[in-house]
């Protein structure tokens, strides 16, 4: 196949049939000033110096690094079951199911993975999914908006930086007042946020774990907010619900997260995918796409496309979201990733997390120089190190090892402080050379 | 068509019963047949203002989801909740329980803007 998209002779044959001479003339009411004299264009290469060119590139990255960078974005093992048959060209090529008739596979997937996200944070309806976490949350606050009538939105300190680096641009021209607790390692000051919470809020926003690892039991500033009106959302790491207390049983009222650890490799710039939950309540606040179960005419169970009302493609300026897809294939890889473990699985998996990251706390916190802050974590945690984090994270680097994120990186007054995450695919070995590697870089 | 003496109408059919200085409002027999089964209303809140011929409430069918325009402007007394749970009522009884707010009249002129029982039904006519 070419992908040349018009030969000489076919630009030549559209040119005479709109009777224009040439392509210059075509242009010619673009002044010169307005176009470039050349497009610096290279030669075309051969097929064979392309795969050499694109795979040069590709060494430049570094993938052999054992992993313990969080943040948001997690290392975890994604079973071939996912990739066999998320693969499959039923899935992989299949558009958007506005046909139901010949569709179901697909509507079906979605419709199960609906249901998985309402198990795993206990709430009661989930959409089909989103981009990513920070656009389900950008979302969740405008439902917030929309069922309260009000427009402060108070963001907790613990709320990922770029989550909240996406809601500020989303709404930068929309009628929201948003507040920001300072960034806090460890739990939530209730202090912090009741300062602000009061009958003009529309939404308090938490996350749990926090961006520091911390765990927390947020119930209290749910009745508290739920008393004044305003509704909890709460952003989430879906592997950590195998262990912690859920969103569903702590009343928050809607709940949001990236889906990247459900079987999404990591890589720069997605794709992932985002989750929304809620309270059946707010089912017609709900943005993007939901997939129903309903039966056909001969009364077999069937599945389509449900309260489209919604939507975008059916009314406009009025829709919940100007979104009108979701990420299907990526949230296909979520259920399937799911059902693979099963239950009683998921929850090993989780503990598997939880239990590395602990041994791995006790082992850091022997190391002179490093001292690992006191909170319940679940399998992340932040240490603050004699010296400038970002240094030590690139010393070790060069040693094979990614030690955690620097959070200098996002807070200026954290230069000194690392977050480290471990997942169930970091092995003892991998854990004590990352012990032996800081200890290394800070003390000699 | 069931077009009943006394009340008002609009060319986008809802209907008001303007009593005092508070009027009712709902949607026509004809809005409620062209539109088929109801399946959900979306309300104002009591105390919001509305404006006249603006979009102040929606009503979703199988078939579509409309827009219900004012009549005249006023502010939101009393909502129908009932809808809320039973919104069938819209098509079962669209002058009686399936009416839709209450409002407290800003400006009795307004009322000039509107039809009367039998200009509502030769407008119908027009239409069909």
Redesign the interface.
């Given at each position: 196949m070419s992908y040349v998209p018009h030969t000489k002779k076919e630009v030549e044959e559209m040119l005479r049939v709109i009777g224009v001479s040439s392509i210059e003339e075509l242009f010619k009411d673009i002044g010169p000033a307005l176009r470039p004299s050349s497009f610096n264009i290279p030669e075309g290469k051969s097929e064979f110096e392309v795969k050499e060119h694109l795979e040069r590139l590709s060494l430049k990255n570094n993938t052999n690094l054992i992993n313990f960078v969080g943040g948001g974005f997690y290392d975890h093992y994604i079973p071939a079951v996912v990739d066999a048959l998320a693969g499959r060209s039923e899935f992989y090529t299949s558009y958007t199911p506005y046909q139901p008739e010949c569709s179901q596979g697909t509507l079906q997937a979605m419709y199960e993975y609906q249901t998985a996200i309402c198990i795993l944070t206990e709430m009661d309806v989930a959409n089909a999914s989103l981009y990513d976490g920070g656009t389900a949350l950008f979302e969740a606050v405008m439902m917030s908006l929309r069922i309260t009538?009000k427009n402060k939105i108070i963001i907790d300190g613990g709320i990922n930086p770029i989550y909240k680096n996406m809601l500020f641009t989303h709404t930068a021209n929309l009628p929201v007042d948003l507040i920001k607790i300072p960034p806090h390692i460890g739990q939530t000051k209730r202090e912090e946020i009741y300062r602000h919470l009061d009958e003009k809020t529309a939404a308090v926003i938490l996350q749990n774990p926090n961006f520091f690892g911390t765990i927390d039991i947020h119930s209290d500033i749910v009745e508290k907010a739920h008393s004044l009106g305003a509704l909890v959302i709460e952003s989430v790491y879906p592997i950590s619900l195998g262990l912690i207390k859920t969103p569903g049983s702590m009343g928050v009222d809607i709940v949001t997260g990236d889906g990247q650890s459900l079987g999404i490799p990591l890589s720069f710039g997605g794709p992932y995918f985002g989750f929304l939950a809620c309270k059946r309540k707010f089912l017609?606040k709900v943005p993007g796409r939901i997939v129903g179960e309903t039966i056909d005419k001969e009364g077999k169970r069937g599945f389509t496309l449900t309260l489209q009302?919604r939507e975008q493609h059916?009314?406009r300026q009025?829709a919940t979201s100007n979104i009108c897809t979701n990420s299907a294939l990526c949230a296909l890889r979520a259920v399937i990733f799911l059902s693979i473990l099963g239950e009683n699985g998921f929850v090993e998996f989780s503990k598997l997390n939880y239990e590395k990251s602990e041994f791995t706390k006790n082992l850091l916190k022997n190391i002179p120089g490093v001292e690992v802050i006191n909170s319940p974590t679940f399998n992340e945690f932040t240490i603050l190190l004699k010296k400038n984090a970002d240094e030590i994270v690139n010393n070790m680097i060069d040693k094979g090892i990614a030690a955690g994120l620097p959070l200098g990186r996002f807070y200026k007054g954290m230069k000194n402080y690392l977050l480290i995450t471990v997942t169930e695919k970091r092995k003892k070995e991998e854990i004590l050379r990352l012990a032996e590697g800081l200890n290394n870089a800070i003390n000699l | 068509m069931n077009v009943p003496d006394g009340l008002l109408y609009t060319k986008e059919h809802e209907w008001i019963r303007i009593e005092n200085n508070s009027g009712t409002i709902g949607v026509t027999d004809y809005a409620q047949d062209a539109l088929g089964d109801v399946t959900f209303v979306e309300l104002p809140k009591i105390g919001d203002t509305i404006k006249q011929f603006k979009a102040f409430a929606s009503i979703e069918s199988v078939k579509a989801v409309s827009d219900v325009y004012a009549p005249v402007s006023g502010k939101i007394i009393k909502i129908n909740e009932g809808l809320l749970k039973s919104p069938e009522l819209i098509n079962q009884f669209p002058y009686e329980n399936g009416w839709m707010v209450v409002i407290e009249i800003y400006d009795e002129k307004e009322k000039g803007n509107l039809m009367s029982a039998s200009e509502y039904k030769k407008y119908l006519e027009g239409i069909q």
């Amino acid at each position: 196949m070419s992908y040349v998209p018009h030969t000489k002779k076919e630009v030549e044959e559209m040119l005479r049939v709109i009777g224009v001479s040439s392509i210059e003339e075509l242009f010619k009411d673009i002044g010169p000033a307005l176009r470039p004299s050349s497009f610096n264009i290279p030669e075309g290469k051969s097929e064979f110096e392309v795969k050499e060119h694109l795979e040069r590139l590709s060494l430049k990255n570094n993938t052999n690094l054992i992993n313990f960078v969080g943040g948001g974005f997690y290392d975890h093992y994604i079973p071939a079951v996912v990739d066999a048959l998320a693969g499959r060209s039923e899935f992989y090529t299949s558009y958007t199911p506005y046909q139901p008739e010949c569709s179901q596979g697909t509507l079906q997937a979605m419709y199960e993975y609906q249901t998985a996200i309402c198990i795993l944070t206990e709430m009661d309806v989930a959409n089909a999914s989103l981009y990513d976490g920070g656009t389900a949350l950008f979302e969740a606050v405008m439902m917030s908006l929309r069922i309260t009538g009000k427009n402060k939105i108070i963001i907790d300190g613990g709320i990922n930086p770029i989550y909240k680096n996406m809601l500020f641009t989303h709404t930068a021209n929309l009628p929201v007042d948003l507040i920001k607790i300072p960034p806090h390692i460890g739990q939530t000051k209730r202090e912090e946020i009741y300062r602000h919470l009061d009958e003009k809020t529309a939404a308090v926003i938490l996350q749990n774990p926090n961006f520091f690892g911390t765990i927390d039991i947020h119930s209290d500033i749910v009745e508290k907010a739920h008393s004044l009106g305003a509704l909890v959302i709460e952003s989430v790491y879906p592997i950590s619900l195998g262990l912690i207390k859920t969103p569903g049983s702590m009343g928050v009222d809607i709940v949001t997260g990236d889906g990247q650890s459900l079987g999404i490799p990591l890589s720069f710039g997605g794709p992932y995918f985002g989750f929304l939950a809620c309270k059946r309540k707010f089912l017609r606040k709900v943005p993007g796409r939901i997939v129903g179960e309903t039966i056909d005419k001969e009364g077999k169970r069937g599945f389509t496309l449900t309260l489209q009302t919604r939507e975008q493609h059916i009314r406009r300026q009025k829709a919940t979201s100007n979104i009108c897809t979701n990420s299907a294939l990526c949230a296909l890889r979520a259920v399937i990733f799911l059902s693979i473990l099963g239950e009683n699985g998921f929850v090993e998996f989780s503990k598997l997390n939880y239990e590395k990251s602990e041994f791995t706390k006790n082992l850091l916190k022997n190391i002179p120089g490093v001292e690992v802050i006191n909170s319940p974590t679940f399998n992340e945690f932040t240490i603050l190190l004699k010296k400038n984090a970002d240094e030590i994270v690139n010393n070790m680097i060069d040693k094979g090892i990614a030690a955690g994120l620097p959070l200098g990186r996002f807070y200026k007054g954290m230069k000194n402080y690392l977050l480290i995450t471990v997942t169930e695919k970091r092995k003892k070995e991998e854990i004590l050379r990352l012990a032996e590697g800081l200890n290394n870089a800070i003390n000699l | 068509m069931n077009v009943p003496d006394g009340l008002l109408y609009t060319k986008e059919h809802e209907w008001i019963r303007i009593e005092n200085n508070s009027g009712t409002i709902g949607v026509t027999d004809y809005a409620q047949d062209a539109l088929g089964d109801v399946t959900f209303v979306e309300l104002p809140k009591i105390g919001d203002t509305i404006k006249q011929f603006k979009a102040f409430a929606s009503i979703e069918s199988v078939k579509a989801v409309s827009d219900v325009y004012a009549p005249v402007s006023g502010k939101i007394i009393k909502i129908n909740e009932g809808l809320l749970k039973s919104p069938e009522l819209i098509n079962q009884f669209p002058y009686e329980n399936g009416w839709m707010v209450v409002i407290e009249i800003y400006d009795e002129k307004e009322k000039g803007n509107l039809m009367s029982a039998s200009e509502y039904k030769k407008y119908l006519e027009g239409i069909q």
